[in-house]
């Protein structure tokens, strides 16, 4: 079964439902600008209202980059040991191959630098320097993470700390205004116990022993004081913002970052995982298609396959600032005759109707709406 895509956007939904003209004695429907408008402008082709098979609604989401944790357990680094972490896409490209990854490795000196924590430390900051040096074949930037060890009954349940801000990854935690840091993993078997430990990146200002930590809106975090920091204990990769497109490299989506020697496999985890955007004016600005002579698509989306907001019906933009809702509807189409395109059993068109949303998290009175006649129609 072949899916066809048609596109289209609409900036503004009026009321009423009025952007869905239906006639009743053909049995077709069409999106169009406004059904009371004088001239009618239909968006996108009919379709027979009694072919309609399905309506999708998917919201606006904003871009989240993978964070991967290379140390959430315990690290104890061995004499003359190489660590090496590889980092680069194993997604395959449109020629059918994959990115080689790229390796980053260093060896522990033989004595090892004493005491512990700081042999550790020795190989975070030697590997984070050598990944961050490369510009050129990776998207990412290594971030040194700080293990925080907060003593005595902790005051908030793991829930409770999530609420407040404390779990989600990248959330700032603080000490006043002299020492802020982003949160790199917080245990969810978090409970009233004699030490709990928060790891942290980007640190900023002088982190100050017995004092304690508190989020944005100075919530604190436990009864009694957060005591220790130890410097350098994990490694926080980020995936550099903007996957699609991928700018200023050839990455094929998130990266994958993997531990190919020395480190022990618990060690490696993602603790915050790739999201990419969807209906983001700006971003889909990014992907407006670029055509060749031909009318051959180089840039853009145009079959509706894999990630990608274009091509739009009758030229039409998004707005950088704005959020749009896609709409799928997929309606049940004849068997194509054509050689080239025709398969057995039939196709289904596709219809994708970006709808401006009022912000990334509120639909708008007139979105909801304008879905649900469509809906109506299946």
Same mark, same amino acid.
């Given at each position: 079964?072949?899916?066809?895509?048609?596109?289209?956007l609409?900036?503004?939904?009026?009321?009423?439902?009025?952007?869905?003209?239906v006639?009743?004695a053909?049995a %077709?429907a069409?999106?169009?600008?406004?059904?009371?408008?004088?001239?009618?402008?239909?968006?996108?082709?009919g379709?027979?209202?009694?072919?309609?098979?399905?309506v999708?609604?998917?919201?606006?989401?904003a871009?989240?980059?993978?964070?991967?944790?290379?140390?959430?357990?315990?690290?104890?680094?061995?004499?003359?040991?190489?660590?090496?972490?590889?980092i680069?896409?194993?997604?395959?490209?449109?020629?059918?191959?994959?990115?080689?990854?790229s390796?980053?490795?260093?060896?522990?000196?033989?004595?090892?630098?004493?005491?512990a924590?700081?042999?550790?430390?020795?190989?975070?900051?030697?590997?984070?320097?050598?990944?961050?040096?490369?510009?050129?074949?990776?998207?990412?930037?290594?971030?040194?993470?700080?293990?925080?060890t907060?003593?005595?009954?902790?005051?908030?349940?793991?829930?409770?700390?999530l609420?407040?801000?404390?779990?989600?990854?990248g959330a700032?935690?603080?000490?006043?205004?002299?020492?802020?840091?982003?949160?790199a993993? %917080?245990?969810?078997?978090?409970?009233?116990?004699a030490?709990?430990?928060?790891?942290?990146?980007?640190?900023?200002?002088?982190?100050?022993?017995?004092?304690?930590?508190?989020?944005?809106?100075?919530?604190?975090?436990?009864?009694?004081?957060?005591? &220790?920091?130890?410097a350098?204990?994990?490694?926080?990769?980020?995936?550099?913002?903007?996957?699609?497109?991928?700018?200023?490299?050839?990455?094929?989506?998130?990266?994958?970052?993997? &531990? &190919?020697?020395?480190?022990?496999?618990?060690?490696?985890?993602?603790?915050?995982?790739a999201?990419?955007?969807?209906?983001?004016?700006?971003?889909?600005?990014?992907?407006?298609p670029?055509?060749?002579?031909?009318?051959?698509?180089?840039?853009?989306?145009?079959?509706?396959?894999?990630?990608?907001?274009a091509?739009?019906?009758?030229?039409?933009?998004?707005?950088?600032?704005?959020?749009y809702?896609?709409?799928? %509807?997929?309606?049940?189409?004849?068997?194509?005759?054509n050689?080239l395109?025709?398969y057995?059993?039939?196709?289904?068109?596709?219809?994708?109707l970006?709808?401006?949303?009022?912000?990334?998290?509120?639909?708008? &009175?007139n979105?909801?709406?304008?879905?649900a006649?469509?809906?109506a129609?299946?």
């Open positions: 079964m072949r899916e066809m895509t048609r596109k289209a609409l900036e503004t939904i009026a009321a009423s439902s009025a952007n869905l003209k006639d009743t053909a %077709i069409y999106v169009c600008n406004d059904n009371t408008a004088n001239p009618i402008v239909n968006l996108l082709p379709f027979p209202t009694g072919t309609v098979k399905a999708t609604a998917y919201p606006a989401i871009e989240v980059t993978k964070v991967h944790l290379i140390g959430r357990t315990v690290e104890v680094i061995a004499a003359a040991t190489r660590y090496a972490v590889s680069g896409s194993n997604t395959k490209n449109y020629e059918g191959s994959a990115q080689l990854l390796k980053y490795a260093y060896t522990s000196p033989t004595p090892l630098t004493t005491p924590a700081t042999a550790l430390a020795q190989v975070n900051t030697a590997l984070a320097a050598k990944i961050n040096a490369d510009t050129n074949t990776n998207d990412v930037t290594a971030h040194l993470v700080s293990k925080i907060v003593t005595g009954a902790a005051a908030l349940a793991y829930a409770t700390l609420a407040a801000g404390f779990v989600k990854v700032t935690i603080k000490q006043g205004t002299s020492w802020t840091g982003k949160v993993y %917080i245990d969810p078997t978090w409970a009233a116990s030490s709990q430990v928060i790891l942290v990146y980007d640190e900023t200002g002088t982190y100050a022993s017995g004092t304690a930590v508190t989020n944005s809106n100075d919530d604190a975090i436990s009864t009694t004081a957060a005591s &220790t920091r130890v350098d204990q994990a490694l926080a990769i980020i995936d550099n913002a903007g996957y699609f497109p991928a700018n200023p490299h050839t990455r094929q989506g998130e990266t994958a970052v993997i &531990t &190919t020697g020395g480190f022990t496999t618990a060690s490696s985890e993602v603790t915050r995982p999201v990419y955007s969807q209906g983001v004016g700006s971003d889909m600005l990014k992907r407006v670029i055509f060749a002579y031909g009318t051959q698509e180089l840039v853009g989306n145009a079959n509706g396959s894999g990630v990608g907001d091509t739009l019906q009758l030229n039409q933009l998004p707005v950088a600032g704005s959020f809702r896609q709409v799928v %509807i997929d309606v049940a189409h004849a068997p194509s005759d050689v395109t025709g057995a059993g039939g196709e289904i068109l596709r219809y994708n970006w709808l401006k949303q009022d912000s990334i998290t509120v639909n708008g &009175t979105n909801d709406a304008l879905l006649s469509l809906v129609l299946i």
